[in-house]
């Protein structure tokens, strides 16, 4: 408030020094109320922006989901099988996460080694193709990958899916996907 005192000095003094004769009492009163208002309203863009940590609405991610880039995650916890982690994201209006870069794939390892806990799903398969791996509900090839040195290996001939390992610092494996992991959503900011 003491900023938009000295705002309404500062114009005062713009407005009418050398013009006093001009410069009216309600002249200058309605001259400094227009400018106050359009201060007012800026300041409270400024702290509805400083409010939401810098992001305007348009670019927020709901409770208890992360941000990155362009994009929200949700970590859930419960393992599931491949379809039901499939299914739960959808559900929350969101797919698993496709992985399409190292800085991502970074992210998504740093945040898991914070949570300590399990290996987690992400939404690629080779189901239709045997070796072709592709993204889940896309069928975008994957452009990027961080295999394990011992992946993708088809053990079995029945590992379809791919998680990343906790035992392995994250990286990815395939595995059949009826085992159970976590599942890890994404979906774009809100808008």
């Given at each position: 408030m003491?900023e938009?005192?000295?705002?309404v000095?500062?114009?005062y003094?713009?407005?009418?020094?050398?013009?006093?004769?001009?410069?009216?009492?309600?002249h200058?009163?309605?001259?400094?109320?227009?400018?106050?208002?359009?201060l007012?309203?800026?300041?409270?863009?400024?702290?509805?922006?400083?409010s939401i940590?810098?992001?305007?609405?348009?670019?927020?991610?709901?409770?208890t989901?992360?941000?990155?880039r362009?994009?929200?995650?949700?970590?859930?916890r419960?393992?599931?099988?491949?379809?039901?982690?499939?299914?739960?994201?959808?559900?929350?209006?969101?797919?698993i996460?496709?992985?399409?870069s190292e800085?991502?794939?970074?992210?998504?390892?740093?945040h898991?080694?914070?949570?300590?806990?399990?290996?987690?799903?992400?939404?690629l398969t080779?189901?239709d193709?045997?070796?072709?791996?592709v993204?889940?509900?896309?069928?975008?090839?994957?452009?990027?990958?961080?295999w394990s040195s011992?992946s993708?290996?088809?053990?079995?001939?029945?590992?379809?899916c791919?998680?990343?390992e906790?035992?392995?610092d994250?990286?990815?494996?395939?595995?059949t996907?009826?085992?159970?992991?976590?599942?890890?959503?994404?979906?774009?900011?809100?808008?």
């Open positions: 003491t938009i005192r000295l705002a000095v500062l114009l003094f713009y407005y009418c020094v050398g013009q006093e004769q001009q410069c009216s009492r309600y200058y009163e309605e001259q400094i109320l227009a400018k106050v208002v359009k007012e309203h800026r300041l409270e863009l400024l702290e509805a922006r400083n940590g810098g992001q305007t609405a348009n670019s927020i991610c709901p409770d989901w992360i941000r990155f362009g994009s929200c995650y949700l970590f859930p419960g393992d599931v099988n491949f379809s039901a982690a499939e299914y739960f994201c959808v559900q929350h209006g969101s797919h996460v496709h992985v399409e800085s991502e794939n970074n992210f998504l390892k740093n898991m080694r914070d949570l300590k806990e399990s290996s987690y799903w992400i939404g080779d189901t193709v045997e070796g072709t791996w993204w889940s509900g896309t069928g975008k090839y994957a452009l990027f990958t961080d011992h993708p290996n088809n053990y079995d001939g029945n590992q379809h791919v998680f990343m906790f035992a392995h994250f990286e990815w494996n395939d595995m996907c009826n085992a159970k992991y976590r599942a890890v959503c994404e979906k774009n900011l809100l808008s």
